[in-house]
């Protein structure tokens, strides 16, 4: 990695275009300064991001931009203009290097956005850095300077040298969020010769050691399903106190302090870990068409995202069941108190799943309760209908798993690319061996979902509740698909 580096730092036509921001956070406050080649055009546009991959909201980082300033390589005052929310003219007649010094407003604490305050910075690239708008091939350089007390930085960037770091485009930019102060890093672990680390803001007093071969177990696990390890390092990065997260290529910001994980909190904590991780797959790699190569500048609409979110939803008790821990008998508990819980949602009758993903730009990423859903909620269960659907239909030889890997290793693997909603389609059929309208039919419609049929089809009864109870007559198929299934 590094001999390439090195070329592409000497190769005349990528320096040429190159991004190299100073970020100075030694007072506290995000103070920026962009170096790049002036175009031989005369003007250059700068551009931030409408939004963030991996949260699905219009952001509009532009109205945090202040004390904007552009200078030409003698460090005259070159003009500019801003138009619409988060472009920036700037007019490089005669010029052959563009230097632009601007400061960031960052006091929000949330993981879709930039943070700082005097114990630690959280640096989300798409909030805080330009890019020349047109020009997404281009490769980026971050050189950090801390305040003295600030010795650690967690991302999954590569690192040229100490607080310098390398992407060698704009969607690797954007996708490698940053955590700088004084961190806490638990033991890492290698699996087939990829590091896993595990650092953290905020991080109280837990076992550190168990929870790394806790994530060993699930990554080994998730790894195993899909067939591949497609990146060379890995990075949890621990936000401390608050909520969500969002993933990465080769990372997951997460809001993390350890005490989760005390009592029953950490199965639920050790899931949202699954979550996070199994995204690196499903939605990173695996993902819907519509979802990459990005359009930083407006909302990208999918009807996909209840397999993007919803599937890797489902698989989170899949793989801790398959990591050994979660029973068979807290995994029948979780899915009768998600189906439970969406059915007491009236907006499961006024909109379908296709349509909250579609709409997740207005309604946002949980839904309107009553009036809308969320593919959180419904698309973990139609993917559970749908796995059952392909087991039953193959005597149990093929399953979702077949379709997951597929996606990777066909669509993405060798064609680079997101799948369409028809291909999602065409391929579960193909290894259902079956017309499936009967499942699909609950994402483009509102019709409820009949999930006594699906259960039955594997030898459970559901009651009133949604409890689980195993059929007396079950026969040996059946026995098979359940063992499986809850191991």
Known sequence: MKKLITLLFLGGGLQAQELNFEVDLRSYQYDLTLTTSAPTEPYLDLEIPAWSPGYYQVMDFGKNFHDFHAYNEYGDTLRWIKFGHNTWRIYTSNTKELKVKYKVRAERNFVGTA????????????ALFLHRKGEKDTPAQIHIHAPSEWTKVATGLDSLKAYTYYAKDVDILYDSPLLIGELKELPPFEIGGKKHRFLGYAMGTFDGL????DLKK????????IGDIPYEHYTFIGLGPGNGGIEQLNSTAVAFTGQELEGPGRTRTLSF??????????AKRIRPIELGPFDYSQPNRTNMLWVAEGLTAYYENIIMNRAGLLSAEEMKKAWSASIANFQKNPGRLKQTLAESSAKTWEDGPFGKKGETISYYEKGPLVGMLLDIRIRTATQNTRSLDDVMRYLYHEIYKKENRGYTDAEFIKICEKYAGTPLDDIFQYVYSTKELDYAHYFRMIGIDLDENYQMTLRKDQTTLQKKIYQDLFR
């Open 273 to 282: 870990l699954t979550h996070e991780y199994f995204h690196h797959f499903n």
């Open 218 to 225: 699930i990554i080994s696990t998730a790894i195993e399903l």
């Open 115 to 126: 943070f700082i305050d005097k114990e630690r910075a959280y640096l989300k690239p798409s």
């Open 210 to 213: 168990r929870l790394m071969n």
